[in-house]
């Protein structure tokens, strides 16, 4: 399974940024599918994740309101819409996915996941 992330750039406080991340699974739509970050110096976190059919999610207490995951089953492609960004988003963003959590759950455990795209980089300036 390859995921390809994309979107990431530098934007000024307040700014807002979409994420795409495509998946080459063919079992896209049954996978959860998470976003997390990775700030210099500090460990992985915990951003977003999307059940199978989109209708739960889950946030970080950080982005809850200002970031909205959602998916299309049909492109095998999940996005992060990130409005009112913070110096403190500064991070490379992954996308990940998990293909063992059952339909109509979440999971914000990264040791669930069990692909990972490359990574992309987003910027806030203040």
């Known amino acids: 399974v390859q995921l390809q992330a994309s979107g990431g750039g530098m934007v000024q406080a307040g700014g807002s940024l979409r994420l795409s991340c495509a998946s080459s699974?063919?079992?896209?739509?049954?996978?959860?599918m998470g976003w997390f970050r990775q700030a210099p110096g500090k460990e992985r976190e915990f951003v977003a994740a999307i059940s199978w059919s989109g209708y739960r999610t889950q946030y970080a207490a950080s982005v809850k309101g200002r970031f909205t995951i959602s998916r299309d089953n049909a492109e095998n492609t999940v996005y992060l819409a990130m409005n009112s960004l913070k110096p403190e988003d500064t991070a490379l963003y992954y996308c990940?996915?998990?293909?063992?959590?059952?339909?109509?759950?979440?999971?914000?455990?990264?040791?669930?996941?069990?692909?990972w795209g490359q990574g992309t980089q987003v910027t806030v300036s203040s």
């Open positions: 699974s063919p079992t896209f739509s049954r996978s959860v």
């Open positions: 990940a996915a998990d293909e063992e959590t059952v339909s109509g759950q979440v999971t914000s455990a990264l040791q669930r996941y069990d692909y």
